[in-house]
């Protein structure tokens, strides 16, 4: 492109267009000039150019903009799996213990032989250590034997004689320093002629493990001297039983019964023929009942999936001196739920 000047305009010639420039002092105006023919020969001198106004063209530079960096992503760190922790598992000693209530030995009573509920109360004690006891259901403890067991045992007691009003003399007792008690309850049992007695049933938690279980125990109504045809008491005795054991069974706990039946091999069939339970001491009850012969009136069963790892009938001189009934004890081995 050229750029031609002359009075009062200049002329921007390029190929093909010419734009004219007027220019004032006070203004620019740019104009297309009409087409012309491309000259075949060199365009003729204008001769002397007046002064006048440069316009020069110039094009505005791009800015050239850098995009803005793309965030980089953060690394996203797995979640580590929680390892699962293994479930916690608990061994203990559940005993069963007629201890002859105090009034059957003290004067007047039907075992004139044993010495005071007091005394034996004190060997009481000494069998629950020898056997290791954690938990245990008495059965006739009375408050004279209860008060001693009290001092001596570090257990606690439910309900204790201290429900003497409601007519019952049965109790269970756990070491303080390795249950805590969640609930307790009681239940009506029929006794002498069906007289009601009141039978305790607790949940317990090991302090340790976290492990829940319910325990149960019962007195049956006994044939004596007094009270004869008793057998229709213990039928309906052992049903409310039965239903009580599978009503605990179906919290998903372990479920334990101890207690003096005073039945042998009828009881554990009748017992195991309606609740999901079975004896510490063995036997079977799947299409016929196999007891196994047993020797006492008095029980421990768990309810089915409870590990017994050992079962024991002491009869020794200290039981003796002690009780009519043998200390009938039972190594359990329980495992809770995983966690994690």
């Known amino acids: 492109m050229a750029l031609v000047s002359g009075a009062g305009f200049c002329a921007l010639a390029g190929v093909g267009v010419t734009y004219v420039v007027t220019a004032a002092p006070s203004e620019t105006t740019l104009t297309q000039a009409p087409p012309s023919p491309l000259p075949s020969t060199p365009a003729p001198s204008l001769g002397p150019a007046t002064p006048g106004y440069a316009v020069t063209l110039t094009a505005r530079p791009r800015v050239q903009v850098p995009p803005a960096p793309r965030p980089r992503p953060k690394p996203v760190r797995p979640t580590p799996t929680p390892t699962p922790q293994a479930p916690p598992e608990l061994d203990f000693r559940l005993t069963t213990f007629n201890v002859l209530g105090a009034s059957h030995t003290a004067r007047g009573g039907t075992r004139p032989g044993y010495a005071s509920g007091r005394a034996r109360a004190a060997g009481v004690a000494a069998l629950l250590a020898r056997h290791g006891t954690d938990v245990a259901g008495f059965q006739e403890l009375q408050g004279p034997q209860l008060a001693v067991l009290r001092a001596r045992t570090g257990m606690d007691f439910f309900p204790g004689f201290s429900m003497g009003h409601l007519g019952t003399e049965n109790s269970l007792g756990w070491r303080r320093d390795t249950w805590t008690a969640v609930e307790r309850r009681t239940v009506a049992i029929p006794y002498f002629n069906g007289g009601v007695r009141q039978?305790?049933?607790?949940?317990?938690?090991?302090?340790?493990?976290?492990?829940?279980?319910?325990?149960?125990?019962?007195?049956?109504?006994?044939?004596?001297?007094?009270?004869?045809?008793?057998?229709?008491?213990?039928?309906?005795?052992?049903?409310?039983?039965?239903?009580?054991?599978?009503?605990?069974?179906?919290?998903?706990?372990?479920?334990?019964?101890?207690?003096?039946?005073?039945?042998?091999?009828?009881?554990?069939?009748?017992?195991?023929?309606?609740?999901?339970?079975?004896?510490?001491?063995?036997?079977?009850?799947?299409?016929?009942?196999?007891?196994?012969?047993?020797?006492?009136?008095?029980?421990?069963?768990?309810?089915?999936?409870?590990?017994?790892?050992?079962y024991d009938e002491d009869r020794s001189h200290l039981v003796d001196v002690t009780t009519d009934h043998p200390v009938v004890t039972a190594g359990v081995h329980l495992v809770g739920k995983p966690t994690g």
């Not at 607790?202 to 006994?222: C, D, K, S, Y």
């Not at 009580?244 to 554990?268: I, Q, S």
Request: with cysteine.
């Open 199 to 310: 039978m305790p049933y607790v949940r317990l938690r090991n302090r340790m493990t976290g492990i829940e279980a319910w325990f149960v125990n019962v007195h049956n109504p006994a044939e004596t001297a007094r009270f004869h045809h008793q057998q229709r008491f213990r039928v309906r005795a052992t049903q409310i039983e039965a239903q009580l054991a599978r009503r605990l069974v179906d919290t998903g706990l372990p479920v334990f019964l101890t207690g003096d039946m005073n039945e042998r091999a009828p009881y554990f069939c009748r017992l195991t023929a309606s609740a999901p339970m079975v004896a510490a001491r063995g036997g079977s009850h799947t299409g016929a009942c196999l007891a196994g012969r047993p020797r006492a009136v008095d029980w421990i069963f768990g309810s089915q999936g409870v590990d017994f790892t050992s």
